[in-house]
Nanobody
Framework: QVQLVESGGGLVQPGGSLRLSCAASGSIFRTNAMGWFRQAPGKQRELVATISSGGTTNYADSVKGRFTISRDNAKNTVYLQMNSLKPEDTAVYYC??????????????WGQGTQVTVSA
């Protein structure tokens, strides 16, 4: 069983910053790609950013230049540094990871979500 535990969400003013963390724990052979998604009220879940095990990153156009995804492979943890936050960034942010539990078996795992609210 693999779990993802997110932290770092909260209320911030427009232009402010937040840093989200997501730690994977459990029976892990290797953590492959990790990423962040978000879902605003009444909208579909959308990709925010992903990072491969080798550090290759991918961002949604709406967050390029403002958000930075990074990871610590030794800690099976992924981070999302969010700067210059806008009200339209308000959403529940979900962590996702492609985890190898054995050499031959991979699971797609989701965190429980953390609320980010950008408001004056």
């Amino acid at each position: 069983q693999v779990q993802l535990v997110e932290s770092g969400g909260g209320l911030v003013q427009p232009g402010g910053s937040l840093r989200l963390s997501c730690a994977a724990s459990g029976s892990i052979f290797r953590t492959n790609a990790m990423g962040w998604f978000r879902q605003a009220p009444g909208k579909q879940r959308e990709l925010v950013a992903t990072i491969s095990s080798g550090g290759t990153t991918n961002y949604a156009d709406s967050v390029k230049g403002r958000f930075t995804i990074s990871r610590d492979n030794a800690k099976n943890t992924v981070y999302l540094q969010m700067n210059s936050l806008k009200p339209e960034d308000t959403a529940v942010y979900y962590c996702n990871a492609d985890v190898s539990v054995t050499l031959w078996k991979r699971n797609d795992v989701w965190g429980q979500g953390t609320q980010v609210t950008v408001s004056a």
